[in-house]
Nanobody
Framework: QVQLVESGGGSVQPGGSLRLSCVVS????????MGWYRQASGKQRELVVT???????HFADYVKGRFTITRDNAENTLYLYMNTLKPEDTDVYYC?????????WGQGTQVTVSS
C-alpha cells in the first residue's frame, strides 16, 4: 500500500503564495506518474499538474505561469509552489501517484484565498 500525505495548505490573501508538500511512502523514482489535483465541495476533481517520471509535465491552463512543481527524491517529496494566488484557487488540493495502473491519493489539504 502506498501512502501520500499532503501538507502546507492554509489561508492567504489574493496575490500571495503557498507551497504544498506531498510525502510519498515509496521512492519517487519507482512511481510511474504523479500529480496535483483540486476539488471544491460539490464539484468534480480537476487536474492542476501531472508529470510522468522521466517524461513530461503538464499544467492546467489556469495555473500556467503561476504554479510550479519540484521533487526531492531523497525525501520522497513532491512540492507544488503556488504563486499569484486568486480567490478561484480556493479548493482542497490532492496529491496523486500512479503505480502499475493503480492510482493512490492523499487526504487533501485546504487552500483558501481570500481578502
Amino acid at each position: 500500500q502506498v501512502q501520500l500525505v499532503e501538507s502546507g495548505g492554509g489561508s492567504v490573501q489574493p496575490g500571495g503564495s503557498l507551497r504544498l508538500s506531498c510525502v510519498v511512502s515509496k521512492r519517487i523514482s519507482s512511481i510511474d506518474a504523479m500529480g496535483w489535483y483540486r476539488q471544491a465541495s460539490g464539484k468534480q476533481r480537476e487536474l492542476v499538474v501531472t508529470f510522468i517520471i522521466g517524461g513530461g509535465t503538464h499544467f492546467a491552463d489556469y495555473v500556467k505561469g503561476r504554479f510550479t512543481i519540484t521533487r526531492d527524491n531523497a525525501e520522497n517529496t513532491l512540492y507544488l509552489y503556488m504563486n499569484t494566488l486568486k480567490p478561484e484557487d480556493t479548493d482542497v488540493y490532492y496529491c496523486s501517484a500512479r503505480i502499475n495502473r493503480d492510482d493512490y491519493w492523499g487526504q487533501g489539504t485546504q487552500v483558501t484565498v481570500s481578502s
